[in-house]
């Protein structure tokens, strides 16, 4: 299946696009969609493990299981004061 995920911060300025499709099996977590998305754009290798990800509109933990027509969106960590 194919999932659209929206990127934040720097993880959009490395790959230069706030949106990007990812081609994953049937059936897959956000572990996989993780796993895909360092496959599918190298640049992101570094930053994957540390993104957190929202489906629509949750926070998703990495056993959460995806559909394509699911709002992800991934982004840095954030904190505050």
């Known amino acids: 299946m194919k999932v659209c ?4 911060a720097a993880a959009r300025q490395q790959v230069g696009q706030d ?13 996989d969609l993780r796993r895909g ?3 599918q754009y190298p640049a992101l290798q570094d ?16 056993d959460m299981s995806l559909v394509a027509d699911a709002e992800i969106a ?3 960590p ?4």
Not at 19 to 31: C, F, G, I, K
Not at 47 to 62: G, M, N, P, S
Request: hydrophobic content about 50%.
């Open 74 to 76: 991934g982004f840095p």
């Open 37 to 39: 998305l360092a496959e």
């Open 47 to 62: 930053r994957v493990a540390h993104l957190l990800f929202a489906v629509d509109r949750q926070y998703a933990t990495d």
């Open 19 to 31: 949106r990007v499709s990812v081609e994953l099996p049937e059936a897959a977590t956000v572990a």
């Open 5 to 8: 995920v929206r990127l934040f």
């Open 78 to 81: 954030v904190s505050g004061g």
